[in-house]
């Protein structure tokens, strides 16, 4: 991309110049590629402007006939459809399951059951199977060889579809568990199978998109008239989408038609948005683009979500596990762009402003994941896969005689049944800040939950506390598969 030269040698006194540096491309999303920016000094500005930034009120993503994959915004302005939603969940879902409880119990040996009984009279999961009776985090699960049980448990209440489908508690609006997500996660963790497995998610920009993007680095001008500022802005974001294209979509260690797999997109994707400004934080914070205070070196800003790893407590006979914490950080290391597009290792040591926004990400994920569900939803998906994980590693199958006939079987109860999403559109902002130009093009999501039960990093039940709720534990009624 041509940018148009200067105005013809203007009078000294009225001669302003301004300097663009080049900063890109952040194309949303890859755990393994994560983020990248190019700096290159261009041209000089004296004054500045903000990047623009529109709140989106609620999210969801979309995947298209092609595998397109996109973020979508729903409206509810005046709260119509919700109250519409909420008065109907009301009216089906039991005043049991519509009371918040502070520990609900669900068995999964009799989840398991209640779902073969289902299918064998020719009837798929009610509502209360599919959304895991209303947990909305996974706190503790316990296993119970001489009643041959295993039970999870945590907080949860009725549910309601906010207007992007996504599934909401009534009252906090914290997502729930959904029992695919649950399938997923034992599925990949199952008897037998292979060890420390490796999830997550990435959105990798192709090596010749990269060697196109600094081609066109090449022909921003070092120097531009006050007057063309906002011109040369929109040309260099119009040329990086052009330059960058589609990305492609890797999903590993779950089936990318899963929604498991999609809240991993989504939560990368939007994470990136925030970070180039491109979507409004939910919450007061540093992002990269407002903490930049000096061009990033040829380099690439990887992003990427992980689980908190010490985030296990165990009693000493393993039969009880509780998960600690948040259990998200987000992490960020350096990379470097090779002249033909390649990826190369870079000092390892991140830009300041890239570090900043990483750690402002992980201390306020707590704040952020209340205004944004879907970021609650990835940590759900890590405490899933971590527990799915500890039931394998500490042979729950066997001690509780259950072989999950319907939960490990995806023919009985598929969880691969959304569109695969293969490519998203790279994104790019282009903005003044200061006397430099910054055009970021708009990580990922890794996991490995055998991590999280290394011995080096699980915390012991050294006061009894987690044993003593564990035999405490009051037993489900007959027949029943959760209870309070």
Known sequence: MQSEPPE??????????????????????????GSSWLSNPAARADDSSGATTVQL??????????????????????????????????SLLPGNLLAPAKLRKVSL????????????????????????????????????????????????????????????????????????????????????????VFLGCSIDPNPESLSKLMELQKTVPRSIAQSDRDELAARLAKGQQKALGMADVRVFGVPANSHFAQVLLEADYRMKLIGIGLEEPPVKMTTFLSALTAPPRNGLQRWWFTPNYDCVKVTDD?????????????????????????????????????????????????????QAPVYAQMRNLFDLAILAAFIRQQDFYTQSGWQAPFLLDESSLPGSTLPTPRKVQCVVNAVWKGNRLLSPAGGGVSLVPDEALDPKRITKDADGDLGRRRNSLARAPADVWWWD
Request: charged share 25%; hydrophobic share 40%; glycine share 10%.
């Open 109 to 196: 040996v009799a989840l398991d059951r209640a779902l073969g009984k289902q299918m064998r009279h020719g009837q798929p999961p009610d509502d209360a199977m599919l959304h895991l009776a209303g947990l909305q985090r996974l706190k503790y699960v316990f296993c119970f060889p001489a009643q041959k049980d295993i039970v999870i448990a945590g907080p949860a209440e009725g549910w309601v579809a906010d207007p992007s489908g996504r599934v909401v508690g009534i009252s906090t609006g914290k997502p729930v568990l959904e029992l695919a997500d649950l399938a997923v996660a034992l599925r990949t963790f199952r008897p037998g199978g292979h060890r420390h």
């Open 318 to 370: 393993r039969l009880a596990m509780e998960l600690l914490g948040q259990g998200v950080q987000l992490q960020t290391e350096d990379k470097v762009i090779g002249p033909d597009g390649s990826l190369l290792d870079g000092s390892g040591q991140p830009n300041k402003a890239s570090e900043l926004f990483a750690q402002a990400f992980t201390k306020k994920f707590v704040e952020i994941s209340r």
């Open 8 to 33: 013809a040698d203007p009078p000294k006194h009225k001669r302003r110049s301004f300097q663009c540096s080049l900063w890109s491309l952040l194309v949303a999303a890859s755990m393994i590629c």
């Open 57 to 90: 009120p609620t999210f969801g993503v979309a995947v298209d006939a092609d595998g397109v994959l996109s973020i979508k915004r729903f409206e509810d302005s005046d709260g119509k459809l919700r109250a519409e939603r909420l008065a109907a969940a009301k």
